[in-house]
């Protein structure tokens, strides 16, 4: 079974901290996400990448970046977070990036909150 | 661009009946479609998919069908479980394009 593990379910952070999130996956996928999730506005697609040291803006890139060092490592880094990044974050991969069906497995999330 | 439409929520029904939620979407070309099942405390997982018209995606005793003419993709299920109380997320991919769209999520409550 592929795995995608976050390193933190619960964070608690104080507003202008860095603040980095990790998620490995095992199965050596080419592709990793990173989504933030809020009631009311689904998932949206902070940064995706599909290789290593490769990287995308997504839809809401702004105060965030990513770092993909290793191919199975995909960071979000919060340079200085703000309580309007309080949400679940979640880490996702999927295999390849060529192909129409394009599942993507996803981590159990990580829930920051920003105070 | 690409977008995604269900039906808000929240789904409360009892157990035993049936579910319908509703899916449309805006893509061009010919999207893959997905439905995501989260459930309490976890993160997503594929419930389903189909990568094509008329196809129909199937698991759990879940059902959808790909629609072109009328660009849906709405779950069913004949007979609701309490295990099966999650939210559902609709998606779409297209093309070489490896993002996924998803929609906002509707909660399903199934009561005993």
């Known amino acids: 079974d592929v795995k995608v593990t976050q390193s933190s379910r619960y964070l608690v952070k104080r507003t202008g901290e860095k603040v980095f999130l990790e998620c490995v996956q095992d199965m050596d996928h080419e592709n990793m996400f990173w989504y933030r999730q809020d009631p009311g506005l689904g998932l949206r697609l902070i940064y995706f990448?599909?290789?290593?040291?490769?990287?995308e803006k997504g839809d809401i890139p702004e105060g965030y970046s990513v770092s993909r060092e290793k191919k199975e490592r995909f960071s979000l880094i919060l340079e200085s977070a703000s309580t309007n990044q309080t949400s679940m974050y979640l880490c996702a991969s999927s295999l390849d990036s060529r192909s129409s069906y394009n599942e993507q497995f996803f981590g159990p999330g990580t829930r920051l909150t920003v105070l | 661009g690409d977008s995604v439409t269900q039906m808000e929520g929240p789904v409360t029904l009892s157990e035993e009946a049936f579910l319908t939620i509703n899916c449309t979407y805006t893509a061009t070309g010919y999207p893959s479609l997905f439905w995501y099942v989260q459930y309490p405390g976890e993160g997503l997982q594929l419930l389903l998919k189909?990568?094509?018209?008329?196809d129909k995606g199937s698991n759990k005793g879940f059902e959808a069908t790909y629609r072109k003419e009328t660009t849906s993709f709405h779950l069913e299920k004949g007979s609701v479980q309490v295990s099966d109380s999650a939210v559902y997320f609709c998606?779409?991919?297209?093309?070489?394009?490896?993002?996924?769209?998803f929609g906002k999520g509707t909660l399903l409550t199934v009561n005993p």
């Open positions: 990448s599909y290789d290593v040291k490769m990287k």
């Open positions: 998606a779409l991919s297209r093309g070489s394009n490896y993002k996924l769209t």
């Open positions: 189909a990568t094509k018209a008329d």
